[in-house]
């Protein structure tokens, strides 16, 4: 299959926005899950936001929720994560991740197909 292809980090100050893009194309199973990750140097990688593809049901974590919206366009096979009101703690490498194994879109092991990352760098 095709690789995710992120696209949109870059260094922002705190207040500011960025918005992360992700081509998905290419697959020819059903995409169930899609989501974002995210993770800083020494930290755990983080889901900080999924959408559910048969309900379009999104989840955030606590962290980002308020700030970040993801949403996808199918006719683009793009998804986005909308991310405002950064704070230098968002400083991360993010990730676009699918699934297509499962309609469990909060068990991370299920995300089967993943980008390669994209660095946000947030400064105070």
């Known amino acids: 299959q095709a690789p995710l292809v992120e696209s949109g980090g870059g260094s922002v100050q705190a207040g500011g926005s960025l918005r992360l893009s992700c081509v998905v194309s290419?697959?020819?199973?059903?995409?169930?899950?899609m989501a974002w990750f995210r993770q800083a140097p020494g930290k755990e990688r983080d889901r900080v936001a999924s959408?559910?593809?048969?309900?379009?049901?999104?989840v955030y974590s606590d962290s980002v929720k308020g700030r970040f919206t993801i949403s996808r366009d199918n006719a683009k096979n793009t998804l986005y994560l909308q991310m405002n009101a950064l704070k230098p703690g968002d400083s991360a490498s993010y990730y676009c991740?699918?699934?297509?194994?499962?309609?469990?879109?909060?068990?991370?092991?299920?995300?089967?197909?993943w980008g390669r990352g994209t660095q946000v760098t947030v400064s105070s």
């Open positions: 290419g697959y020819s199973y059903p995409i169930n899950c």
């Open positions: 959408i559910y593809t048969v309900t379009d049901n999104t």
């Open positions: 991740a699918i699934n297509t194994r499962s309609h469990d879109c909060y068990r991370d092991t299920f995300y089967n197909y």
